[in-house]
């Protein structure tokens, strides 16, 4: 199945980028990402020749930090503010950005997805040709750029894998070297101060995983199949990565939940040098023009160079144009949920029960009622979000406290309830406010407790001032599969449309980033929970959940279609995915209304359609350019070109004539009504030959008139292309966004544009 989503909305010299941590003010140091043009005797001719010239702009050895040689060509380096304007004045130079910081965006999901076939008998190897979970990503190279990875973890075992493509040139920067193996091929660490203050040499610390986070997306993303894997005896199954048969190779760039810009595009330079065909980055930070953001640069370079780009949409949903990582040549995913509830009921003492959920569900839990209490009775500020001393004299103990959800960054969900322990509390019940809607997460929380939707904790707030003695229980219900709607977005997950470049339409697909369960470092949970033998393993949610996913799809595409170029890749992805949940319903959003496309991009991915798209739109490194050109000047495109761009001698690409797999048509406010929007497009026939598609419209909105001519596309050749128009009339008086479709229907492929 392929598509297009259509929405409605009212000459430099060669250029290098380096980046030389903090914006520094006088004489403090801080990292700066600069961009500078060589002039002709100082073309290097190696990685080693670059280096040298790049040492030519600082004051004094030991400043550089980073030396870039694939996505921005430059490096990392210390410098004062007074030490930049120096080399602002030297001949090459041509702009500077600070360095900044991002951060990260944080076992069923193979079935779920439809890759459900078993593990390879043991001692045997999958082949490459092999069909859905089978074999899939084999002979691929997914590198994850993270917080690093926990090697010894059983995801990353080997067991039926063969060594790594020759093409593979990276290392495993673990101690002794050993740790890495078939699957787990490549360690790094890019952390600038990561270094190891014992050596003479300064060698980079190993790539050890502190935080959890790059072992849960790199398992997520390829990890090896373990059975009987769960959470405190939850999700338990066989936890498989979505490309179980691809090798990893880890890339540490964060200490913590924080990350540098110079070491992720460190992270980004060597993961192409070493010979990846997918990279994840589940990192963002505020969205700026593409010119202005390093990740951008870096990524367009890995692009060029036939690197399959995945990122994360962003947590700051649902506000409206919060999306991030929206570079039209990188795939921006954003999360939604799969039909698996870790479930907690809440029973009142009015007989009504309202379905929650929790990771920690004590077996002695007792089948009694406690008393009910509102956090926020206790009269101290902000008191109802049970932040640390909030209950301070409150009289909670052996009660069940209901404490609302949010309050800030420093007062996470787990940390409510420690107060709430702490305080001498039961249990814990965590409403949702209007905004997180239906979007409940399971966590490891430290004593019984269930987070509800939005419409149960009005309710349970209501019974609390309906009696003089409120009271209630939280009955633990374990793991339920078939839960519906699924899959519907999560309420944090990033939405359009893009502040960048709102004629593209972003994000670009919704995968699964809710309570997804994968390999962690270590045990979860309170220290009074059983303990549990075997692997550790994590329930987390977040879009750097999703993203590993469709990075695993990618690597399973890629070893489908080994020579196909990133963006047939991300054609296949979007124009085959499913606008409907599994009930054949519309996808819903966190309210439970039918989300929009700004919400779900072209829709939810479905790997086994992805696989086989008939067709798909294919864009060159140099459209890019011309569509680059259409947004900003010749200097800023150049920097993102990393080489010299004269937009006026370059044919420029309006944002709604890219070649992109869905479509979105700006009209000014004084647009004539009469005059259409011609919208081209080029599909490339990948599938069986001969075929023919025949065109076909949906738009529900009738103030808005859509024609495709020509209206059926005959192929006779494999790869052969063919070129249509899409003729948008907006009408009058119609709503300001207009949703639709475009469908190419064969006998074996249906694709929708958006």
């Known amino acids: 199945m392929d598509g297009f989503k259509l929405s409605l909305l009212s000459f430099l010299p060669f250029v290098f980028v380096l980046a030389i941590a903090v914006e520094a003010t006088g004489d403090e140091i801080g990292t700066f990402i600069v961009h500078v043009q060589p002039q002709e005797s100082h073309v290097a001719a190696t990685a080693d020749d670059r280096k040298e010239w790049y040492k030519t702009f600082l004051p004094e050895d030991g400043r550089l930090v980073h030396a870039y040689h694939h996505v921005a060509s430059g490096f990392a380096a210390r410098l004062t503010r007074q030490e930049l304007d120096a080399v602002s004045a030297m001949p090459g130079f041509v702009s500077a950005v600070p360095d900044q910081t991002h ?37 691929v190279i997914v590198g994850v750029i993270d917080t690093g990875v926990f090697p010894d973890h059983p995801s990353f075992s080997d067991a039926g894998m063969p060594p790594p493509p020759a093409k593979w040139k990276g290392r495993c920067d673990f101690n002794g070297g050993s740790v890495c193996n078939n699957k787990l091929i490549g360690a790094r660490t890019f952390i600038a101060n990561a270094t190891n203050s014992s050596s003479s040499y300064g060698e980079r610390l190993p790539p050890v995983d502190d935080v959890g986070h790059g072992t849960h997306t790199a398992s997520t993303a390829a990890g090896a199949a373990v059975p009987g894997a769960h959470v405190l005896g939850q999700g338990l199954g066989v936890a498989a990565g979505i490309a179980p ?187 949702n406010h209007f905004p997180e809607g239906y979007t409940t997460l399971a966590e490891a929380h430290v004593l019984p407790a269930s987070h509800v939707d939005y419409v149960a904790g009005l309710a349970i707030k209501a019974y609390i001032n309906s009696t003089a003695n409120p009271v209630a229980q939280i009955l633990p219900r374990g793991t339920v599969l078939g839960t519906t709607p699924a899959p519907a977005m999560a309420f944090f997950s990033s939405r359009g449309p893009s502040v960048q470049n709102p004629g593209i339409l972003k994000p670009d697909i919704t995968g699964p980033g809710v309570n997804v369960l994968a390999a962690w470092p270590f045990q979860v949970g309170p220290s009074s929970a059983q303990v549990y033998p075997g692997p550790t393993f994590n329930i987390i949610s977040g879009t750097s959940m999703s993203t590993p996913h469709l990075s695993g799809v990618a690597a399973f595409i890629k070893s489908r279609h080994p020579h196909w170029s990133p963006a047939a890749i991300k054609s296949a992805i ?85 070649n992109y797999p869905s479509i979105s048509v700006k009209f000014p406010r ?55 128009t899409v003729v948008v009339w907006p009408g009058q008086g119609g709503a300001r966004v207009v949703q639709g479709a475009v469908r190419w229907v064969s006998e074996t492929h249906t694709l929708h544009s958006k």
């Open 103 to 139: 951060t990260l965006q944080t076992t069923h999901t193979p079935q779920f997805l439809g890759l459900s076939a078993p593990p390879p008998p043991q001692g045997k190897r999958w082949s490459s040709s092999s069909h859905g979970g089978s074999g899939a990503g084999a002979g």
């Open 245 to 431: 048969h691809a090798h990893v190779a880890v890339y540490k760039v964060c200490p913590n939940e924080s990350c540098a810009i110079s070491d992720i595009l460190a992270g980004v330079d060597a993961a192409i040098a070493d010979g990846c065909d997918v990279i994840s980055i589940s990192i963002g930070g505020p969205s700026v023009p593409f010119h202005q953001n390093p990740v951008a640069v870096g990524t367009f370079g890995a692009m060029e160079k036939g690197v399959f780009v995945s990122m994360a949409a962003g947590n700051a949903g649902p506000n409206v144009s919060s999306v991030i990582n929206d570079a039209p040549w990188m795939l921006t995913v954003a999360a939604s949920t799969m039909d698996r509830s870790i479930r907690t009921t809440v029973r009142l003492g009015n007989g009504l029960y309202f379905d929650g959920e929790s990771l920690y569900q004590p077996n002695d839990s007792p089948n009694t009622f406690y008393p009910l209490v509102y956090a926020g009775a206790s009269g101290k500020p902000s008191a109802e979000f049970c932040g640390n001393g909030s209950l301070d004299g409150f009289d909670v103990r052996g009660k069940i406290v209901v404490c609302e959800f949010g309050g800030g960054p420093n007062i996470t969900r787990i940390i409510k309830g420690a107060v709430v322990q702490s305080a001498g509390g039961a249990g814990m019940i965590l409403p």
């Open 574 to 658: 979007m124009t085959t995915a499913d606008i409907t949940d599994r009930s054949w319903n519309p996808i819903l959003d966190e309210q439970r209304a039918p989300a929009n496309f700004f919400a779900t991009g072209a829709g939810h991915v479905n790997p086994e359609k992805a696989a086989d798209p008939g067709l798909v739109y294919d864009i060159a490194p140099c459209d890019y350019v011309g569509y680059l050109c259409g947004l900003y000047t010749s200097q800023e495109v150049s920097v993102i070109a990393r080489r010299p761009v004269n937009c006026s001698a370059v044919a420029a690409i309006p944002e709604h004539q890219l």
């Open 670 to 724: 004084a647009w004539n009504s009469s005059e259409p929007v011609l919208v081209r497009r080029t599909a490339k026939n990948v599938g069986e030959v001969p075929s023919e598609y025949y065109a076909a419209v949906d738009m529900l909105d009738t103030t808005v008139t859509v024609r495709v001519f020509p209206r059926t596309l005959r192929f006779t050749g494999v790869n052969q292309e063919k070129d249509f």
